[in-house]
């Protein structure tokens, strides 16, 4: 009797641990939803490809629009420089000479790009003659300039003239060259010169 009441909860044991072995294993647990350690370093590295990327272009604009002032500077001061270029004329003469007309078309072409702009010519004479002749003198080649831009349809009210004659000298001295370098119209800006607009001449 004792065997019987002992076998009983062997046989339950039994039972219950064979059917613990039917059942079917738990699942697995999910894998992670979010990305992989690869994926977040790829996406930092993209990140910081487009940040130099756009560091990059913010640079490229700039030294752009450096490079297209400093061309617009260059190209503003060599119209003025071509502007300002004195006129040379012969001994005792107020005609413009041919070797100065293409500076004069220069300076044509500049007025008309310009027309703000006002201009004062100051002749000049060597030192040979009175200083009442060297005086008409000067003043005869300051409106020689004057006359021939006139002449090709700029207006003449854009410009004031005055002589100097022998007392302002380009060289001081007394031969050739000196003298070929005092006979001469110098041009002044008087007005219109911070609005310059730059203009392409030979």
Same mark, same amino acid.
């Given at each position: 009797?004792?065997?019987?009441?002992?076998?009983?909860?062997?046989?339950?044991?039994?039972?219950?641990?064979?059917?613990?072995?039917?059942?079917?294993?738990?699942?697995?647990?999910?894998?992670?939803?979010?990305?992989?350690?690869?994926?977040? +370093? #790829?996406?930092? =590295?993209?990140? /910081? $490809?487009?940040? &130099? !990327?756009?560091?990059?272009?913010?640079?490229?604009? @700039?030294?752009?629009?450096?490079?297209?002032?400093?061309?617009?500077?260059?190209?503003?001061?060599?119209?003025?420089?071509?502007?300002?270029?004195?006129?040379?004329?012969?001994?005792?003469?107020?005609?413009?000479?041919?070797?100065? +007309? #293409?500076?004069? =078309?220069?300076? /044509? $072409?500049?007025? &008309? !790009?310009?027309?703000?702009?006002?201009?004062?010519? @100051?002749?000049?004479?060597?030192?040979?003659?009175?200083?009442?002749?060297?005086?008409?003198?000067?003043?005869?080649?300051?409106?020689?300039?004057?006359?021939?831009?006139?002449?090709?349809?700029?207006?003449?009210?854009?410009?004031?003239?005055?002589?100097?004659?022998?007392?302002?000298?380009?060289?001081? !001295?007394?031969?050739?060259?000196?003298?070929?370098?005092?006979?001469?119209?110098?041009?002044?800006?008087?007005?219109?010169?911070?609005?310059?607009?730059?203009?392409?001449?030979?």
């Amino acid at each position: 009797m004792t065997q019987r009441w002992i076998a009983i909860p062997v046989l339950a044991l039994g039972l219950v641990m064979a059917e613990c072995g039917r059942r079917p294993p738990p699942p697995p647990p999910p894998a992670p939803s979010g990305p992989t350690a690869e994926e977040l +370093e #790829r996406m930092r =590295q993209d990140s /910081i $490809a487009r940040a &130099r !990327a756009r560091q990059d272009s913010i640079r490229a604009a @700039e030294d752009a629009r450096r490079s297209a002032e400093e061309a617009r500077r260059m190209d503003i001061q060599r119209t003025r420089d071509r502007l300002l270029e004195m006129v040379f004329f012969d001994y005792d003469r107020f005609d413009i000479r041919p070797d100065q +007309e #293409r500076g004069m =078309q220069a300076k /044509i $072409a500049i007025l &008309r !790009a310009n027309p703000q702009l006002r201009l004062r010519f @100051e002749g000049h004479a060597d030192e040979r003659g009175s200083t009442e002749y060297n005086l008409a003198l000067g003043d005869r080649r300051a409106n020689s300039v004057r006359q021939f831009l006139a002449t090709y349809g700029i207006d003449a009210e854009r410009f004031t003239t005055i002589s100097y004659g022998e007392e302002r000298p380009l060289v001081n !001295a007394s031969n050739e060259d000196a003298w070929a370098r005092n006979r001469r119209v110098e041009v002044v800006i008087t007005a219109g010169g911070d609005q310059l607009v730059p203009v392409a001449v030979p």
